[in-house]
């Protein structure tokens, strides 16, 4: 009766550093075949226990500039301590083409671009419990320095004041019922009205007639239960 949309839908998570987004994604992404997460290219340098092409494909400056030129990203962002960050077009394209959702983990600037490029994206913002929890998580992991660590606050309270601009925001204050939360969002968004492409009803006439001689509503009594 309804025939919707074959396309995959664009669903972007973004949110306060050390929120959890990695987490929720792959939660997001176990067991689900419908569901996948575009890997950006980034000019930073690559962290311990990073895999390229999996966490990252990490290039250098020049390769980066060289594909900017090549008009071979959606979006692309100087992301803190001024590195390169953008999302490939071509992949991207492809999923979507074959139906599958993909995940963008972007920051705010490349969610507006892609927004504006594709309106229907959703938005999902998630944030951490308080910055007193970020700032323990951050020292705990011991993997930035001091000014990378003031720099990933200033950011973090930009970011908070751009939440206004996603279509949901989602706190993390426990796992699995934000996981939870999260996959209704975007079970809900599978059901927007825009997706309908063709919808067929019944002929109203040739309906209301078959309804008139129906034996059944004919001799259609009410049941007051008494
Ligand atoms: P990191 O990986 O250095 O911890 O964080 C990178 C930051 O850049 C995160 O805020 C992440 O959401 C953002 N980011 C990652 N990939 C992209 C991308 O392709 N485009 C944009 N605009 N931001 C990205």
């Known amino acids: 009766m309804i025939k919707t949309k074959k396309t995959g839908e664009l669903i972007i998570i973004s949110g306060t550093t050390c929120a959890g987004k990695g ?10 075949n419908n569901i996948c997460l575009s890997t950006s290219y980034t000019s930073r340098p690559i962290r311990p226990k990073e895999t390229n092409g999996v966490d990252y ?19 692309y962002a100087r992301v803190r301590y001024r590195e390169y960050f953008g999302t490939p077009k071509k992949e991207v394209i492809e999923i979507l083409k074959s139906g599958k959702d993909v995940i963008l983990e972007i920051d705010v600037q490349g969610a507006q671009i ?7 994206t959703l938005l999902i913002f998630i944030l951490a419990p308080s910055m007193e929890e970020v700032k323990r998580r951050i020292l705990k992991r011991k993997t930035e320095t001091q000014e990378q660590i003031i720099d990933r606050f200033k950011t ?32 809900a968004n599978k059901c927007r009205v825009d997706r309908i492409e ?13 309804l008139l001689m129906d034996k059944d509503f004919i001799n259609l009594k009410i049941d007051y239960g008494e």
Do not use: G, R
């Open 156 to 187: 973090a309270y930009k970011e908070i004041n751009e939440v206004n601009k996603y279509n949901y925001v989602v706190i993390n204050d426990d796992i699995d019922k934000c996981v939870e939360k999260v996959k209704s969002i975007i079970l």
């Open 23 to 32: 987490t929720i994604i792959n939660k997001l992404l176990e067991n689900n």
């Open 114 to 120: 892609i927004k504006e490029k594709f309106p229907n």
């Open 198 to 210: 063709e919808m067929s009803v019944e002929n109203e006439e040739e309906f209301m007639h078959e």
């Open 57 to 75: 494909y990490f290039v250098t400056h020049e390769e980066f500039e060289e594909k900017i030129k090549n008009n071979d990203f959606l979006e």
